[in-house]
C-alpha cells in the first residue's frame, strides 16, 4: 500500500473525527487535571428543613444543578415537632444533612455544632466555548467563588441578619428571607365598627380595640378586638411582649445579664422600667377591670380566632398569610406593619431562619457553594416571589415594597431586630408565656390596698433569672 494512499486514508479520519466533534449534540468535557478530576466526582447534598416546601426550592436547585451537574441535593421537610430530635439523633450517629435550616434565635445554640462560612470555596464549572470556531462545546474549569468580607455582608443584608448570622467574627449561616411581625385586620368586622383605617399606633390600637370588643354581662368574651393579653394561647406572644419592651425603650438583654426586669415602682405606684410597663401594658388586654379587656384564656388559639373572625386583629408574620387563606379562603381580611410607641423612629420584630451546615458534613465546601448561590440577590428574589416573605437583602426591599402582598412585611425589615434569647430559646418563649399568664392570673386576685404594679416586678424577676439560666 503505497504512502500516498495512507495519507489519504488518514486525511479522511481526521476529517472524520473533526465532523463528529462539531456535530450536533455532541459534548466534550475535558477534564484536564486531578484537580479537576476530584471535583467532578459525583456527590450528594442532603438538606434538611421544616418551612420550606420542595416546590419552594425546586427552581434554585435545578439552577444550581445546571452550574454543578456531579452535584445532587436532596431535600427533606420535617415536621417542626420533630425537627430538633430528628437533627441530634442524626449527628448522634454520626450521620444527618449537609446543609440545615435553623431559627434565626438558635445560632448561638448551635454554634459549636456548624462549620462557618469558609475563606475560600474552588468549584468546578461547566462552560460553554466555540470549538474550531464553528460549534459550542462543553467544557469544564475550577473557578472561585466569591466570598463575601464581614463587612460586605454587613452593606448586603439588612442589620439584623448580620447581628444574628456574624459570631465571633465569622459567618454560621445566611438567609433566604427576613419575616417581621405584622398586624392581620378583619376588614368586615372594622367596617361593622366603623373604622376607616387600621392603626399606626398604640393609642389608635387601644382605641380601636375598645371598639370592636363585645363581652356579654357576664364577661365572657363573644368578640375579641385583638389576640393580645395571655400567653399560652396566644402565638408569638414572646415576639409581641418584645416587641413592646424594644418600643418602650428596654434592651431586653445587657452582655450577658437579662435587664428585663429592671426597676420597680416609683413613689406614685407606676412601673419605672420600660420592661415593666411592656408586660403590665400587654396583660391590661386579657384583665376584666380594665377598659381595654378583650381577651382571656378561655379564649381559642389566637390564629384559630382569627380565621374563626372571633379576633378582629392578629398579630402573625408573612408565613401566617398562606395559612389563613387555606383556613379561611371567604376571610377579608388585610396587613399593615405593627402599631408603634414611636412612628418617627420605628422598632420592628423579626424572626426567620438561616440556612447552615453543620460541622459533621462530609461536603461543607460544596454546601456553603449552595447556600452562597441560593441566597444571593436572582436567586432571594424568586424564593421571595414564590413563597411571599420578605428579603433581608437591603438591594430588594425597595422593589418589595411595591409588592402587595410584601409590602408590610418588607416596609418593616430595616427596622427589625432580635435579641439573643440564650442557648434555650425555646424555654425561654415558655417562659415569657408562663410569665404572661401568671401576671393575668394574679392580676384578678390582689390583695386589698394593692395593684398589678405590685406583683410584676416579682414576677418578671422570676422569669428573667430563668432565661438567664440558660446561657
Known amino acids: ?160 441578619v448580620s447581628g444574628d448570622v456574624i459570631r465571633d467574627s465569622k459567618v454560621w449561616g445566611l438567609p433566604y428571607a427576613v419575616d417581621t411581625l405584622s398586624l392581620y385586620y378583619n376588614r368586615q368586622l372594622m367596617n361593622s365598627a366603623n373604622i376607616p383605617q387600621p392603626p399606626g399606633n398604640w393609642e389608635e390600637f387601644v382605641a380601636m380595640v375598645q371598639q370592636l370588643t363585645f363581652v356579654n354581662k357576664d364577661n365572657a368574651i363573644l368578640q375579641a378586638g385583638a ?103 371567604k376571610l377579608d381580611f388585610g396587613v399593615v406593619p405593627v402599631p408603634q410607641v414611636n412612628e418617627q423612629r420605628p422598632v420592628n420584630i423579626a424572626n426567620y431562619w438561616v440556612e447552615a451546615v453543620p460541622h459533621r458534613s462530609a461536603h461543607p465546601q460544596e454546601a456553603w457553594d449552595f447556600i452562597l448561590f441560593a441566597t444571593d440577590i436572582k436567586q432571594a428574589s424568586v424564593y421571595s416571589k414564590k413563597t411571599g416573605k420578605p428579603s433581608g437583602l437591603r438591594a430588594l426591599i425597595d422593589g418589595q415594597k411595591n409588592d402587595e402582598v410584601l409590602r408590610p412585611f418588607s416596609s418593616s425589615v430595616l427596622t427589625a431586630q432580635s435579641w439573643y434569647k440564650g442557648k434555650g430559646a425555646v424555654q425561654m418563649e415558655e417562659v415569657m408565656a408562663e410569665l404572661l399568664d401568671t401576671v393575668v392570673a394574679q392580676s384578678q386576685h390582689i390583695e386589698e390596698g394593692k395593684t398589678v404594679a405590685d406583683i410584676i416586678p416579682k414576677l418578671a424577676a422570676d422569669a428573667a433569672a430563668k432565661i438567664g439560666a440558660t446561657w
Not at 429592671?262 to 406614685?268: E, L, N, T
Not at 422600667?273 to 377598659?291: E, H, R, V
Request: net charge neutral; hydrophobic share 40%; charged share 20%.
Open 1 to 160: 500500500m503505497s504512502s500516498r494512499f495512507l495519507s489519504i486514508k488518514l486525511a479522511l479520519l481526521l476529517l472524520f473525527v473533526g465532523v463528529i466533534l462539531v456535530a450536533p449534540g455532541f459534548r466534550c468535557k475535558c477534564i484536564k487535571s486531578a484537580e479537576e478530576k476530584q471535583a467532578a466526582t459525583p456527590l450528594t447534598l442532603t438538606y434538611w428543613g421544616v418551612w420550606h416546601s420542595p416546590q419552594d426550592l425546586q427552581d434554585i436547585i435545578a439552577l444550581y444543578k445546571a452550574k454543578h451537574p456531579n452535584i445532587t441535593i436532596q431535600y427533606k421537610k420535617l415536621r417542626m415537632e420533630e425537627y430538633e430530635e430528628a437533627l441530634l439523633q442524626a449527628w448522634a450517629d454520626d450521620q444527618g444533612p449537609d446543609i440545615f435550616s435553623v431559627p434565626n434565635t438558635w445560632v448561638v445554640r448551635y454554634q459549636n455544632r456548624m462549620t462557618p462560612m469558609p475563606n475560600k470555596i474552588v468549584m468546578l464549572y461547566e462552560v460553554q466555548q466555540k470549538a474550531l470556531g464553528i460549534k459550542n462545546e462543553t467544557v469544564t474549569e475550577l473557578r472561585q467563588t466569591p466570598i463575601p468580607s464581614l463587612a460586605e455582608l454587613r452593606a448586603k443584608y439588612v442589620d439584623v
Open 227 to 329: 389576640a393580645i393579653g395571655t400567653g399560652s394561647n396566644i402565638e408569638r406572644s414572646s415576639d409581641i411582649l418584645s416587641l413592646l419592651m424594644l418600643q418602650n425603650g428596654s434592651s431586653i438583654v445587657s452582655g450577658n445579664t437579662v435587664t428585663f426586669a429592671s426597676g420597680g415602682k416609683d413613689r406614685g405606684g407606676e412601673l419605672t422600667s420600660p420592661g415593666l410597663q411592656a408586660i403590665a401594658f400587654y396583660t391590661d388586654f386579657a384583665n376584666p377591670l380594665k377598659a381595654v379587656y378583650t381577651w382571656n384564656g378561655d379564649m381559642p388559639v389566637s390564629f384559630e380566632a382569627f380565621v374563626g373572625e372571633k379576633a378582629a386583629f392578629f398579630f402573625g408574620y408573612a408565613y401566617h398569610m398562606p395559612l389563613i387563606r387555606a383556613r379561611a379562603p
